[in-house]
């Protein structure tokens, strides 16, 4: 069974810093693409950034509101991707989501299922 | 870039309800939707612009024609309240898009 747990969040003042995890098991996390989520208080889903598949070349990609403030990373050994927010901004409050997402391939046309799972999130507060 | 959602869908209990999705990338980047219930996270309920995950019941389906996508929910049920997101990426692929998000209420 595909689990993802988020941990880290919490209050953190303006311009601090943050380090959110993601534990996973249940598959490999190296093999698939890895995002991660926010949704600010009654607001919808925002993009934050996501790291692709080994098989893809790892690359990383963010979000403009957190580029060059937040960092993506992955530990395949502990099975654990983070999320490392540095100069954090009253905006950047929200409840924190990651996401897995790998192909089922079936058949011989190269058809495949999308696989798609995420975690219950954590909540990020940042206030003075 | 960007994808656009109606705010709210009001629908009666048997009713079919449609959300649309609207966006220039929609043409070129498959699409996903989602359903989110308060208080949870979001879950996918179509890939692919129109392919269903196991578990997902066939009166939900999805549509594309040029640059919009369709969510149509069929028969209409009160567990059909919630939140609907679609997704997608950029035209380089190398960001992910979400629309703004989609409140279906069940009258």
């Known amino acids: 069974e595909v689990q993802l747990v988020e941990s880290g969040g919490g209050l953190v003042k303006p311009g601090g810093s943050l380090r959110l995890s993601c534990a996973t098991s249940?598959?490999?996390?190296?093999?698939?693409?890895m995002t991660w989520v926010r949704q600010a208080p009654g607001k919808g889903l925002a993009w934050v950034g996501r790291i692709k598949s080994n098989g893809d070349g790892g690359t990383i990609d963010y979000a403009a509101p957190v580029q060059g403030r937040f960092i993506i990373s992955r530990d395949d050994s502990q099975k654990t991707l983070y999320l490392q927010m540095n100069s954090v901004k009253i905006e950047d409050t929200g409840v924190y989501f990651c996401?897995?997402?790998?192909?089922?391939?079936?058949?011989?046309?190269?058809?495949?299922?999308?696989?798609?799972?995420w975690g219950p999130g954590t909540l990020v507060t940042v206030s003075s | 870039s960007e994808l656009t959602q109606p705010p709210s869908v009001s629908v009666s209990p048997g009713q079919t309800a449609t959300i649309t999705c609207s966006g220039d990338a929609l043409s070129k980047e498959y699409s996903y939707w989602y359903r989110q219930y308060p208080g949870q996270a979001p879950f996918m309920i179509i890939y692919k612009d129109t392919e269903r995950p196991s578990g997902i019941p066939g009166r939900i389906s999805g549509s594309l024609s040029g640059t919009t996508v369709t969510l149509t929910i069929s028969d209409v049920q009160a567990e059909d309240e919630a939140d609907y997101y679609c997704r997608s990426a950029d035209s380089s692929g190398d960001s992910v898009l979400f629309g703004g998000g989609t409140k279906l209420t069940v009258l």
């Open positions: 996401s897995a997402r790998g192909r089922d391939y079936y058949g011989d046309s190269g058809d495949y299922r999308v696989l798609d799972f």
């Open positions: 249940g598959f490999t996390l190296g093999d698939a693409w």
